[in-house]
């Protein structure tokens, strides 16, 4: 039987959580990381259960993979080359049992290991819930990704389709919406392991910095599509006080996509795709799509502050955005 | 009336949290920190409802303020010499008042104001209860103060006396332990400010750096006090893989401290009193009593490894730690 945090007590779970950092990392309650030349950026993302991740769809080792994720998705959409670490605030009540915890951590040394940087400290607590909060360090490369830098006549243009994720989940959940029997084999596997282990574009920026034209500044818009393709172009727009046309046949659709407005909305808003959304001009655009493959251009940055239409009919595209608050 | 989080809803919520960061600070999801040549602290700490504070004895304002010293006193403990700042997780049921919200953003930006350092980013989410991750980030000065640095024959000296936030907290929850009237109206005020309003001691390390004598190296043990005098020797104590003897006629009490047992409790164990305490050569502790004022020599360092005990009859001190998990 794996013992409850209450019986461990705080000070054996430090120790166990220690065997998941470099040696003699959490011996202190401070980190220290060495300095370079690099300006850092810093992120802090919050998981909680029953919000942002639960038992029946989310592994305790999917939970840690997500945390991770969810910030160097953040980091690799503000222009980050390189990861130093983490750091993790743990609650959990003292009936959680270790093996989740271990599960969980698991899961984050699983993600760093894949894409960089170490556990470098953090804090645990009892609570009446489950959640992390992950705070990731990283180096800032050439080109710092800002939402409010996009300009009219960008090209927009995102690092991999969207949708899977949502549908991952419809699937995890046996949403009655869902005719599996229409769905591929493999569609069902990519949506479902998308979901449980997104994988944060650092190679998409960094498909980004190699290709562009040296007649161009180091300029780009940009951000992560955690919260649904549309939000990031909201985000974009009113950051940058533009707007946007979206090319309805060429959303970033998955392939053997089916068609429909239950599929399109969730390509728009299902969120948690953790791909890049640029807007960037249209060389540079055109320099991408050879370079990283799968990208995917589906509209342009205009003038028309606020207004986020279809390209062929100019009708607006709808909101389908989430808000954490409003059903708590 | 203030509206609730949900009637807020995320999107107002957040522009209502950026407006306690500078200008254009929580734009994005990832804050930039300027690189210079001095390595970067981190540290992480996470406040619970019902755990590390409560309404009754806790206003919002003071949540805020604790969060942010907390955080800075273990920066502190670790030698850093200036504060960036901090990002903030605020995790709150969406049942929440916005004037709590906003009082804790008052209290961290006044105890930024204070300290050093600005609101550099930051997540929220709706949640079971209400609870605060701060992580903070500073630079190193010319001393990395450590757990694990503590040798025999340094004398232990912490930057203040120990005690007042526990009685500060006494007070505040009316145990009826605490005879009042046998004490004066400065010591309640004390202890009640030392709750609710604690000071990180980075005064307290420049006093440290500054007196340092020069023929002795940067090498010296420390932590802060934040579960308590005890919990912190026995902290410098197991990192080090050292002993501690304490004098018990020249223990860190406040002024004004009554006798007895239960006082002496609350001095060892009490906790949250967020002093720095030291482990340094006896010729830097001489130099150190003459340059900060109220800092207390109260033991040495042995070689005995891991034990604790009173100088006077060689008998062990007891422990007296808090184990955030084991009640819940």
Not at 200 to 228: F, H, I, M
Not at 274 to 303: H, K, M, N, Y
Request: hydrophobic content about 40%.
């Amino acid at each position: 039987m794996t013992p409850t945090l209450a019986e461990l007590g705080e000070e054996e779970l430090l120790k166990r959580l220690a065997r998941f950092a470099p040696p003699g990392q959490l011996d202190d309650d401070t980190a220290c990381l060495g300095s370079d030349a690099r300006p850092l950026l810093v992120n802090t993302d919050v998981l909680v259960d029953g919000i942002h991740f639960s038992d029946t769809t989310t592994a305790a080792v999917d939970v840690g993979w997500r945390a991770v994720a969810a910030n160097l998705s953040d980091l690799a959409a503000s222009g980050a080359v390189s990861i130093d670490g983490i750091t993790v605030a743990l609650v959990a009540p003292g009936t959680t049992p270790w093996s989740w915890v271990e599960g969980v951590y698991d899961g984050i040394n699983a993600a760093l290991e894949k894409h960089g940087g170490t556990l470098l400290g953090g804090d645990c607590s009892s609570g009446s819930s489950r959640l992390l909060s992950v705070t990731a360090l990283g180096r800032l490369g050439p080109l710092r990704l800002l939402r409010n830098a996009a300009q009219p006549g960008d090209v927009l243009i995102s690092s991999g389709p969207h949708g899977l994720s949502r549908l991952g989940l419809a699937l995890l959940q046996k949403e009655p919406l869902v005719q599996t029997n229409s769905l591929s084999a493999e569609l069902q596997d990519q949506a479902i392991s998308q979901h449980q282990r997104p994988r944060p574009r650092l190679d998409a920026l960094n498909g980004l910095l190699a290709c562009k034209p040296a007649e161009l500044s180091w300029r780009a818009g940009g951000t992560d599509s955690s919260d649904g393709l549309l939000a990031a172009v909201q985000g974009l727009c009113s950051s940058s006080g533009t707007g946007a046309q979206l090319d309805r046949s060429h959303l970033p659709r998955p392939q053997e996509w089916p068609h429909g407005d239950l599929w399109d909305r969730w390509c728009l808003a299902g969120g948690e795709d953790f791909e890049l959304v640029f807007s960037i001009p249209p060389a540079w655009a055109d320099a991408l799509e050879t370079t990283l493959a799968g990208c995917r251009r589906f509209g342009q940055i205009t003038d028309k502050t606020g207004s986020i239409v279809w390209s062929d009919d100019k009708k607006p595209v709808l909101d389908g955005g989430f808000d954490h608050f409003a059903s708590s």
